[in-house]
Structure formats: C-alpha cells, structure tokens
C-alpha cells in the first residue's frame, strides 16, 4: 500500500450502551482513537448488489483501504466526509497484516 494514496481521513466508532434513571437504553457511538487516513473508492458493482439487494433504494457502498488495525470489526462503524458509514465486512487483504480493505454502506441509523 503506497501511503500517497491513503487521502482521505476515516474516524471508527465503537457503540455504547447505557442506561438512565427509568431503566430505558441510551445509544451513544464513542470515537475509537484519532482519525485514520485511508483510500475510499467506489465498491465493484458485485459487491454493491451483494449488500443492497434487500435494501428498497440503492445505497452508497464505498471500499476503505487502511493499514492493518486489529481492532477494526463489523461491530464498528465509521464516520467519512461527515457521513455515518456502517461496516459491512472487513478482510485483511494479503494475510500479510499489512493492509485491510473495509466494505462499508453510508447512511445508517444509530442502532
């Protein structure tokens, strides 16, 4: 991976889950450490059928190249341009350690 193409900055974000006074659940996503510069394409048409295929509208599926992080799961969701991206598969790319690919689709609701 040539860091000249990791352009854009990502922001991860863990949920958590608490609850008030009266028992009912409060939804907060917490920033998983600073930003990450990443790559963002477009994902391949493949892929976009794959995770839209029950969705009424067609979504914004959007491919993140990063450097290898551990700790970056579907459970996460991640924040680009402003816009909340959900996590839907995440490989890392060689089986090197070196590099991962994030499949995310943009405009999901907080749960």
């Known amino acids: 991976m040539r860091a000249g193409n990791l ?8 949920k958590s889950v608490t609850r008030n006074d009266v028992g009912d659940e409060i939804i907060t996503w917490v920033d998983q ?18 995770f839209t295929a029950d969705q009424p509208k067609a979504a914004a599926v959007v491919v993140f190249k990063i450097r290898y992080l551990s700790t970056v799961t579907s459970e996460l969701r991640l924040i680009w341009n402003g816009v909340v991206h959900e996590i839907l598969s995440v490989a890392d790319v060689k089986g090197e350690l070196t590099e ?12």
């Open 7 to 14: 352009i854009h900055r990502i922001t991860l974000q863990k």
């Open 33 to 50: 450490g600073t930003p990450l510069w990443a790559q963002a394409l477009p994902a391949t048409q493949q892929s976009k059928e794959l």
């Open 100 to 111: 991962m690919e994030i499949l995310a689709r943009a405009g999901v609701s907080n749960v």
